[in-house]
């Protein structure tokens, strides 16, 4: 089923010129780009964005890593690609993620872990609204 989904390259990522090869995957993959923007997140966009994490103990380093630096966010479109995407992206700890995985090919960290992707509908539906504000 045709879906869209949101995916952002971290800050880690932008400052290591990995911008071209991240988006390559998605559109080597068939994905299509329907949007793209380069931006930095404020402090209040950040804690919007990841409201879902308000309450856990890594929020704080969280939103100070994502507002450290530009971003670059898409959107999507193609099969399944919510679901697709996140197998993509691979595991949240770059240093577990498989090889092939975006994360698993390209960093070792944690918070600093290359990517985000919308992780359900409702996560796109946010996400999207707050990061092409
Ligand atoms: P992301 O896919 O952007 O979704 C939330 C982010 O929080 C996640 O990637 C990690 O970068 C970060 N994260 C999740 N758990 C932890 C943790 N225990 N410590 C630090 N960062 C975390």
């Keep these: 089923m ?11 990522a932008v400052d290591r010129s990995l911008v071209g090869a991240v ?3 998605f559109e080597q993959k068939g994905f299509k780009l329907l949007k793209l923007k ?3 997140f404020s402090q209040q966009q950040a804690e919007k964005f990841y409201d ?3 309450d856990k ?3 704080g380093e969280l939103t100070s ?4 630096g530009p971003v670059v966010a898409a959107i999507i479109e193609g099969n399944n690609a919510v679901a697709t995407t996140r197998i993509m992206i691979g595991a949240t700890k770059s240093f577990e993620a498989a090889p092939g995985s975006i994360r698993g090919d390209f960093g070792l960290g ?4 290359i990517i985000h992707a919308s992780d359900s509908q409702e996560s796109f539906d946010h996400e999207s609204r ?3 504000e």
């Design 2 to 12: 045709t879906e869209q989904t949101l995916f952002i390259v971290k800050p880690d």
């Design 23 to 25: 988006i390559s995957r």
């Design 38 to 40: 380069m931006f930095t």
């Design 52 to 54: 879902v994490h308000k």
């Design 57 to 59: 103990p890594f929020f």
């Design 65 to 68: 890593f994502i507002t450290s």
């Design 110 to 113: 944690f918070s600093e872990n």
């Design 130 to 132: 707050v990061a092409f």
